[in-house]
């Protein structure tokens, strides 16, 4: 996709649909508890392969590129009980590791194999009870592992307590997947380096209606497209005070690029606003290790203003759809950019002019896609496998055009 160096129309507005990580969690919780409707589900196709694999009967479930179905659905597979499921996916998915997932429900007593390597998918799935009550997880290892522990907890005869080892990463996506379990009634709690939740088995949850918040990562393509176009751009449907680790954006953005978040709680709207005469910082040094997520889109904008940065807790960013610090590496080159990375940090050295006739290589991954788009503003690039976008945000290349003007 050739996108022409555009400018930033002024005040329009782009509604997102339902956040995929709230969705996800949601779509699992109203499988194993009847009492949860669900609105404004995320259109991801992440989120309609899980819904899928959720209806599904069959033996073998393939959630293709999906990562957090894979481990959604190793966990919620456990405890079907006398039900054997073989979970796969695609090349890459066979790359990503899930073994520190798979051992804690060995310890708990699930019965799992891999059935091509040691540590990765596919996984043979045979599901029992659980009565096991303690497992000791790495804490810096992905959230949604210990997401998909927490996920099934109410379910378990006895509850669960897990014992995080070590420095946690990305907290508040724990704290957000508690955050969901509190609102159905499932009484949890998370003190220093230990997470307990309580058993459902003897209570009766209220029914709830839960209407799922815009996805704030989606939301940080904008706040990068305000950085750079300085103009003012409205999203919907959003709100203050958000458990999603990615609204971080918000003060991120402030702080390094001048754009002020201003919320309208009636509306659920959140408008990005450019603070005029801002000076921008001379270097950007961050720990990202709560918002791994949004490092791609930030280290973008820094790109185009030219601001050199240090970003660092980005050790799960190797682990991703491609080894996202990698791609960065490589694709930054192109804008002008060089930098350094390590297992867990990125930085740049040296800036010189960007190439002619850019061209982004995607890597399968739909944020390398979505993070660079805003370069537009700056010169015309090339997208290369756009259709990349629809694992989290569909509708992008559409709602680009509300926004752009050629």
Known sequence: MIIKKSLLKNNKTIQISGSKSISNRLLILESLFSSIKI??????????????????????????????????????????EGKTT???????????????????????????EYLENE??????????????????VPANIS??????????????????????????????????????????GIKTSFVGNTIKVESTINHQLPTINYEVESDWSSASYFYSFAALGRET??????????????????????????????????????????IENFIFPEKIVLDMNNCPDIAQTLCVTAAALKIPFEISGLGTLRVKETDRLLALYNELQKLGVETEITDSTIRSIAFNEAEDNISIKTYQDHRMAMSFAPFCLIKELNIEDENVVEKSYPMFWEDLKILLEK
Do not use: C, W
């Open 39 to 80: 609105g404004n589900l995320s259109n991801s196709q992440d989120t309609q392969l899980l819904k899928k694999a959720l209806a599904e009967e069959t033996e073998i479930v393939d959630i293709h590129h999906a990562g957090t179905a894979m481990r959604f659905l190793t966990s919620y597979y456990s405890i079907q």
């Open 119 to 136: 540590g990765f998918p596919p996984l043979k799935i045979t599901g029992r009870k659980i009565t096991e009550t303690k497992v000791d």
């Open 143 to 184: 959230s949604q592992f210990i997401t998909s522990l927490l996920l099934i907890a109410g379910k378990l005869e006895n509850g669960l307590e897990i014992n995080l080892v070590g420095k946690v990463t990305s907290r508040s996506y724990i704290e957000m997947t508690l955050d969901i379990l509190t609102k159905f």
């Open 233 to 274: 751009i409205h999203l919907k449907s959003f709100y203050k005070g958000s458990t999603q680790g990615d609204s971080a954006i918000a003060e991120i953005y402030e702080t390094f690029f001048g754009i002020k978040t201003i919320f309208t709680e009636d509306e659920h709207k959140l408008t990005l606003q450019p």
């Open 86 to 112: 073989i979970l796969t996916g695609s090349g890459r998915m066979k790359e990503r590791p899930i073994k520190n997932l798979v051992t804690a429900l060995q310890a708990l007593g699930v019965e799992i």
